[in-house]
């Protein structure tokens, strides 16, 4: 039997997107598997799931440490033991330290709701809005030193509406969230991604053809 890819998720709040991953690592098929849930914060939501799915849930509260790079080290040292393969971030609201980061080579994902480059950091849907964009969307990248940076494994896109709010706009987003970011995981399982730079090659991809065209063209 083939080695499942061992992943570790690191949460902070209602973890919709861990649960997201949940789902399709508990699919038979599925090259991963999630082998622990770490938190910074206590009454993180997402730790229900972990528990509810006998995965190790564990809290490391970030206000016991005196430095980030102190936090880090220790969350890096559950990671190990837990011989995790890659981490995932999934509203992990901490900014993870150059050094952890170089810990753990192109070996961490995020998923970030804007079509990055554009709209890195906080306050995405209100800056997409301020800004008059007609399409926005969600963006599942390797973590980089540098905030919101680095290869790009996995976009989608969508309209953004007349009479959108943010709260609207990132829900539409969420849903497909949801969808592309165990995409991303399966395509790291699977061995079929390349890094060269700050470019993710894709073996074997099948790109859509059909475009997203807002506001529609008449006829």
């Given at each position: 039997?083939?080695?499942?890819?061992r992943?570790?998720?690191l949460?902070?709040?209602r973890?919709?997107n861990?649960?997201?991953?949940?789902?399709?690592?508990?699919?038979?098929?599925?090259?991963?598997?999630?082998?622990c849930?770490?938190?910074?914060?206590g009454?993180?939501g997402?730790?229900?799931?972990?528990?509810?799915?006998?995965?190790?849930a564990?809290?490391?509260?970030?206000?016991?440490?005196?430095?980030?790079?102190?936090?880090?080290?220790?969350?890096?040292?559950?990671?190990?033991?837990?011989?995790?393969?890659?981490?995932?971030?999934?509203?992990?609201?901490r900014?993870?330290?150059?050094?952890f980061?170089?810990?753990?080579?192109?070996?961490?994902l995020?998923?970030?709701?804007?079509?990055?480059?554009?709209?890195?950091?906080?306050?995405t849907?209100?800056?997409?809005?301020?800004?008059?964009?007609k399409?926005?969307?969600?963006?599942?990248?390797?973590?980089?030193?540098?905030?919101?940076?680095?290869?790009?494994?996995?976009?989608?896109?969508?309209?953004?509406?007349?009479g959108?709010?943010?709260?609207?706009?990132a829900?539409?987003?969420l849903?497909?969230?949801?969808?592309?970011?165990?995409?991303a995981?399966?395509?790291?399982?699977?061995?079929?991604?390349?890094?060269?730079g700050?470019?993710?090659?894709?073996?074997?991809s099948?790109?859509?053809?059909q475009?997203?065209?807002?506001?529609?063209?008449r006829g």
């Amino acid at each position: 039997m083939t080695r499942k890819l061992r992943i570790g998720v690191l949460i902070s709040g209602r973890g919709s997107n861990f649960k997201a991953l949940l789902d399709a690592t508990q699919q038979p098929d599925f090259p991963a598997e999630i082998v622990c849930v770490i938190s910074n914060k206590g009454q993180a939501g997402g730790l229900e799931y972990a528990r509810a799915a006998g995965i190790p849930a564990i809290v490391i509260s970030h206000t016991g440490f005196a430095s980030r790079e102190a936090f880090d080290i220790t969350v890096d040292d559950q990671l190990r033991r837990h011989q995790v393969d890659i981490v995932c971030l999934a509203g992990f609201m901490r900014v993870l330290s150059a050094e952890f980061i170089n810990r753990w080579p192109d070996r961490i994902l995020n998923i970030h709701p804007s079509l990055l480059p554009a709209f890195r950091g906080l306050h995405t849907h209100e800056k997409t809005l301020e800004a008059g964009c007609k399409i926005a969307g969600c963006t599942v990248h390797i973590v980089r030193p540098a905030l919101d940076e680095g290869p790009i494994l996995a976009q989608a896109a969508v309209p953004v509406l007349e009479g959108d709010s943010p709260g609207t706009l990132a829900a539409r987003i969420l849903e497909q969230e949801h969808r592309i970011y165990p995409e991303a995981v399966r395509l790291i399982a699977e061995g079929r991604v390349e890094i060269d730079g700050m470019v993710a090659r894709i073996r074997d991809s099948a790109p859509t053809a059909q475009p997203l065209v807002n506001p529609a063209p008449r006829g």
